[in-house]
């Protein structure tokens, strides 16, 4: 982890109107790393992404993008920035085709570069290829995922942040899902995951940490809390 960390989060607090969800929650990811943000359901992971991404503004706590203050900047220069999220629930277009859904994902960056990236993404989704020119609402769960990380995929990242990729997915597709996020960063993309699934998390990720209760509650090296017994302890409320 030497150099500059490319996603700081320092001491952020945050929640929806008088409800406080985050309390000074503070993260890492350095430039070509898996990091994964793990809790059970309601410990405020989605609220961490959704606040560092823009699209609600911290009440406290600030975050740096390579270097630079993103705290007060809209989720549309975000974008900009390089910092993609792929949300949970998939949230495809359902009327558009594949390709058409691939293709908005170029909307702020990586326009000049369109069909470069698509035959890319058809690359990593052979299936997707196979249904470019069918409604994106009439394909499987699993195919639904795929298309929302291609979609992202298209906004040429510099980190990209998943939210419960895993969710709803048969453990074949986790499987394939978890498979994709190596190759993605052996081809020099920087992850991070925000995932109930510890397992397959720990096992994929360098880093980690383990949220409770709106605060960070373990971190570290994601070998090492995989044999934790205190990570079973936080993440199951034992």
């Known amino acids: 982890m030497n150099g500059q960390a490319l996603l700081k989060v320092v001491d952020l607090e945050a929640g929806y109107a008088m409800l406080p969800v985050l309390f000074g929650v503070s993260l890492e990811v350095f430039p070509g790393e898996i990091v994964a943000v793990l809790g059970s359901n309601g410990v405020g992971k989605s609220t961490l992404i959704n606040h560092i991404t823009g699209m609600y503004r911290p009440k406290g706590g600030q975050v740096f993008f390579a270097g630079e203050d993103i705290t007060r900047e809209s989720s549309a220069d975000i974008v900009g920035r390089g910092m993609i999220q792929v949300p949970e629930g998939r949230r495809v277009f359902p009327n558009l085709t594949v390709q058409e859904n691939l293709s908005l994902g170029a909307y702020r960056r990586g326009a000049r570069n369109i069909a470069a990236n698509i035959e890319r993404v058809y690359g990593y989704f052979p299936r997707l290829k196979q249904r470019s020119g069918q409604l994106a609402g009439t394909l499987s ?15 040429e990242p510099r980190l990209i942040m998943f939210d419960e990729p895993s969710l709803g997915l048969s453990p074949i597709l986790v499987a394939e899902i978890f498979a994709l996020f190596g190759q993605l960063r052996q081809d020099g993309l920087t992850l991070l995951l925000v995932e109930q699934n510890l397992v397959q998390s720990l096992e994929i990720a360098d880093r980690a940490y383990v949220l409770e209760n709106g605060r960070n509650a373990l971190s570290g090296m994601a070998g090492d809390l995989l044999k934790s017994d205190d990570v079973r302890k936080a993440y199951l409320g034992m």
């Open 141 to 155: 769960g699993g195919e639904q995922q795929m298309l929302a990380i291609g979609r992202g995929l298209m906004s």
